[in-house]
């Protein structure tokens, strides 16, 4: 659940490694938008072993 905490400190993370505010948002939304369609793929592949 890290990626979901570097929104909370987003102005330390902005200074200290020169991104932009945008940057450190989209780093929960691509979790967040690839997990809704590869949950269910991992989910039969773990369910099958």
Request: glycine content about 2%; aromatic content about 18%; cysteine-free.
């Amino acid at each position: 659940m890290q990626w979901l905490q570097y929104s909370i400190i987003q102005d330390a993370v902005v200074k200290h490694y020169g991104v932009t505010s945008i940057t450190v948002y989209w780093t929960s939304m691509v979790y967040m938008i690839t997990y809704i369609p590869l949950i269910f793929p991992a989910s039969y592949l773990l369910d099958k072993t």
